[in-house]
């Protein structure tokens, strides 16, 4: 590229130009070097659901900064990339689609449905696609996969077949969490808790044999009655003693059921007598299978009455609640109805409330899977950053339950289980293994049909870090990547995701599927709510945030922001103060190549001078980059993204920037060739550094700046990070410190007194001991502060303190004084302070006559604390004036 550098820059052109390029040239896609290890990330794989929001942006701005860090360390790189099919939510989508077209997937059927989801896909696979490209992920799109690819798929029955075979997975009736919308099983996890205002119920339980006794119960879901086939009370609960073994009858349906005890009973619930429905909720179930009591089903599958609601067969489940309660009203059986909190259980998907209910479903059992998975964190074979979420990880696994695998949706990967009409049933690889199967044990007539269910989405995704891979095929690619180095998502699909493929590769591969999770919080809304697809708002494309202020601005404020584990809010102010970094860094690479000279080109390769030939300037700007570097790679080490990237910003914009840069003015406009040479080769190869450390984060800036430097190599996406370890020059960043602080000093001064910018202005520096090295500064304290350099004085000691001049002690001990008759009319400036004074003063006893009257009891606390800030502000700012002005008068 020309050194020649526009004006400013343009993100617009530069960035996918950029992309293309990186892309061509092949620095997405790894050699592999079995001399080398691999550094390996698979994707967190996007629903195809629909568009990205800012939220997956979080896993390319981290994920990325991981691969391209690697890479520039030289490590064959590999980021995986791809999408979910994600049964569920994806059927959910387009069933609503379908909807707004005036049909439904019953009315296509199933082979018609599924070839309208895969056209979804088609679509939103590849919106997905370029949203991640203009991110600017590296991934490598040569080894781009979908969940549902045939080689994926074989993956997935070749994982069923093997479990089912060890026993692992297993098919009965369960209670299940039931989401009456999808007519379809789903897990624990997918289950979401809110608390809603309900009510609950106090009803009288007739004791048979016994006219006018009662037995009261208290329940949130009337309507579930109708399945009871106990009530059940604590056995130490003297109340109910004599009730134990007798008889109660259910009031809607006059059946007879008993009396028990049970130690798990809560006896400060309610009345302390509970009714037992065994297929319809979770502790009755446990309640249900511990004293043998029948499981009666009430509920169809879409949430109706089913048969043996009686009288409300048919009804809808929030109807019959309403007709049973009239009815025990009626009937006199209602002792009361309070408002109460309800934990609801809704669908994460569809947010329908799920019913639990008794249905034959395919499980995997989980507690052998679970402890190998403890034992690997545990050990510390697995990390997971930030480590509080080990606990969380803990407590989890040590309670899991049997996982639900099978969903009653048409839209995923086919349970690999074929049914005779006797009932036999053949798992197998594909149907012809299952023929084969069936006809040794039933003959050569036979026919078979496939189980109708899908497989749970995150069945196949816990195969995503070797499936993707090549598994079960022994290829190349799974024996030099396998197991990954970093697995990085949101740590709220700790225990959807996370946990399942340490589970499913410990089993199926027998090896860890990554050694550290690194888990980032959330991305939310400016009100706090969480950033999802299906609430998906005007701007939460990320694509909108591109345009208007570019990726690496966008890829930065999403670094700098979000510390391991903890949610961030979406913040413009903060994108655009990012865009200005990357727009202050264009400037000054256009300082820089401006200032090289005639044969830039001599700069591309550092050759440090001797200490001796170097400016102070020089020597603390390299000291600097030093320590930065020293930082970096230890914050970079460990997870410390967020502390990085400020290291580097307040380097580049504080210290390179307003510092160096400005002080490097004074020796490029100077005679000295040799020193002007060394500067010139400081500035670029403290830049260029800096340039490296930056490019994980903002990829694109740092590239197109790197590309117009002096520079070694063809690219910077593949040059080399720079390593810690550097020494450090603590003397000279003393030295150059105390300048520092002296010319921030008189240009406080300056402001104070409101001293014209271009006005130079005398000085008298006494210094001490460092008086020599301040000397040996005089042009830079002259350019920087603005200083006269003719009028300035610099000695060790003052024999005594000048009159008529401002002062100031620095912690130092360098002692600076401005005469202020040369800095400022003095009567001109007396007059103006007095006037500011006057009005200070005028103000504070207006706010303090404010706050002494009635107002500060009768408005609002926040309104009164206001006013008593703004009066401490002012009276502090009477305070300054005061000083000024007594300084003023002394003179």
């Not at 997956?56 to 490590?75: Q, Y």
């Not at 692992?168 to 997918?190: H, M, Q, T």
């Not at 690496?552 to 979000?562: E, G």
């Not at 103006?832 to 107002?855: G, N, V, Y």
Request: hydrophobic letters at 40%; glycine letters at 6%.
């Amino acid at each position: 590229m020309s050194n020649e550098m526009a004006k400013s820059y343009d993100p617009r052109e530069t960035e996918q130009r950029l992309y293309d390029w990186w892309e061509s040239r092949g620095y997405f896609t790894p050699k592999i070097d079995w001399d080398k290890k691999p550094f390996t990330i698979v994707i967190p794989p996007p629903n195809v659901t629909g568009e990205l929001h800012h939220g997956h942006a979080m896993f390319v701005a981290f994920e990325d900064l991981l691969i391209r860090w690697h890479r520039m360390m030289g490590e064959p790189t590999l980021w995986l990339p791809g999408t979910d099919h994600a049964g569920i939510a994806t059927q959910n989508v387009v069933e609503r689609a379908l909807e707004k077209q005036g049909t439904s997937r019953r009315e296509l059927g199933r082979e018609e449905f599924v070839k309208r989801v895969w056209e979804w896909k088609a679509e939103y696979g590849g919106i997905i696609t370029r949203q991640i490209r203009r991110l600017g992920a590296s991934v490598d799109w040569t080894r781009e996969r979908f969940t549902m690819d045939e080689q994926l798929s074989r993956a997935v029955r070749e994982a069923f077949v093997r479990m089912y075979e060890k026993g692992l997975i297993y098919r009965g009736p369960r209670l299940v969490n039931w989401c009456p919308k999808d007519e379809s099983a789903i897990s624990d996890l997918e289950v979401e808790h809110e608390d809603v205002q309900g009510k609950l119920y106090y009803v009288n339980y007739p004791i048979d044999g016994e006219p006018d006794a009662y037995l009261t119960v208290a329940t949130t879901r009337p309507e579930t009655m109708l399945g009871d086939t106990a009530v059940v009370v604590h056995p130490d609960d003297e109340r109910y003693s004599a009730l134990i073994g007798q008889f109660a009858i259910l009031p809607p349906l006059g059946r007879r059921i008993p009396i028990i005890a049970d130690e798990s009973v809560d006896r400060e619930f309610g009345t302390g007598a509970v009714k037992v429905t065994p297929a319809h909720d979770p502790t009755d179930y446990e309640l249900g299978m511990k004293h043998n009591l029948p499981f009666i089903n009430i509920m169809n599958l879409d949430a109706t009455i089913n048969e043996n609601g009686g009288k409300y067969a048919g009804m809808d489940r929030y109807a019959a609640r309403k007709q049973l309660i009239e009815d025990l009203e009626r009937d006199g059986l209602i002792h009361k109805i309070e408002d109460y909190t309800i934990s609801l259980g809704t669908c994460q998907r569809c947010h329908t409330v799920i019913e639990p209910l008794i249905s034959t479903q395919w499980f995997v059992k989980t507690k052998p899977l679970a402890e190998p998975s403890i034992e690997a964190v545990r050990t510390g074979k697995i990390k997971i950053v930030p480590q509080r979420f080990e606990k969380i990880y803990y407590q989890w696994m040590e309670n899991i339950r049997d996982w639900c695998i099978s969903r009653q949706l048409w839209w995923g990967h086919r349970i690999p289980v074929w049914y005779a009409p006797d009932g036999s049933m053949f798992c197998a690889r594909n149907e012809a293994d299952a023929y084969a199967q069936a006809r040794v044990k039933l003959g050569d007539a036979v026919t078979l049909e496939q189980d109708p269910d899908v497989l749970d989405t995150w069945f196949s995704s816990g195969l995503w870090p070797f499936s993707t891979l090549g598994w079960p095929d022994d290829t190349e690619d799974l024996r030099y990547f396998y197991p990954t180095s970093v697995l990085e998502t949101g740590y709220d699909i700790l225990f959807f995701w996370v946990a399942r493929m340490i589970m499913m590769g410990l089993e199926l591969m027998e090896e860890i599927p990554f050694d550290t999770v690194y888990l980032h919080g959330i991305m939310r809304h400016t009100d706090g709510t969480k950033m999802s697809k299906s609430d998906f708002r005007p701007g939460d494309n990320p694509l909108d945030v591109i345009a208007d202020y570019s990726a690496d601005a966008f890829r930065f404020f999403i670094i700098t922001s979000a510390s391991p584990g903890n949610d961030v809010r979406i913040n413009l102010e903060k994108i655009a103060e990012a865009r200005n970094f990357g727009n202050k860094i264009w400037n000054a690479a256009r300082f820089v190549n401006s200032n090289l000279g005639d044969n830039p080109e001599q700069y591309a390769t550092w050759h440090k001078p001797d200490a001796s030939e170097l400016s102070l300037a020089d020597r603390w700007i390299i000291s600097r980059e030093h320590g930065l570097l020293n930082r970096v790679n230890e914050l970079f080490r460990e997870y410390r993204f967020n502390e990085a990237a400020q290291d580097i910003y307040h380097f580049l914009w504080d210290e390179y920037c307003d510092w160096y840069i400005e002080a490097s003015k004074v020796t490029l406009s100077g005679n000295d060739e040799r020193a002007k040479h060394n500067t010139r080769a400081v500035l670029v190869h403290v830049l260029e550094h800096a340039l490296r450390l930056l490019h994980p984060m903002m990829p694109f800036v740092t590239e197109e700046i790197w590309q117009h430097l002096p520079h070694k190599g063809e690219a910077l996406i593949v040059a080399k990070f720079p390593e810690g370890g550097k020494h450090t020059d603590a003397e000279s960043e003393a030295a150059f410190a105390r300048i520092m602080d002296s010319v921030r000093a008189i240009r406080n001064a300056r402001s104070e007194f409101n001293v014209e910018p271009a006005k130079r202005i005398a000085a008298i520096i006494a210094a001490g001991e460092h008086a020599a090295s301040f000397e040996t500064q005089r042009a830079v304290l002259a350019s920087l502060a603005r200083l006269d350099a003719a009028q300035l004085q610099i000695d060790s000691t003052l024999d005594a303190k000048p009159e008529n001049a401002y002062s100031s002690i620095l912690d130092s001990g360098v002692q600076i004084y401005l005469p202020l008759a040369g800095m400022l009319d003095l009567e001109k400036e007396k007059k103006r302070i007095t006037t500011e004074l006057d009005k200070a003063r005028a103000d504070a006893e207006r706010t303090q006559a404010k706050l002494d009257s009635d107002f500060s009891t009768k408005a609002p606390e926040a309104v009164v604390n206001k006013e008593r800030e703004r009066l401490n502000a002012t009276r502090e700012r009477i305070g300054k004036l005061e000083e000024q002005l007594n300084a003023l008068s002394s003179k």
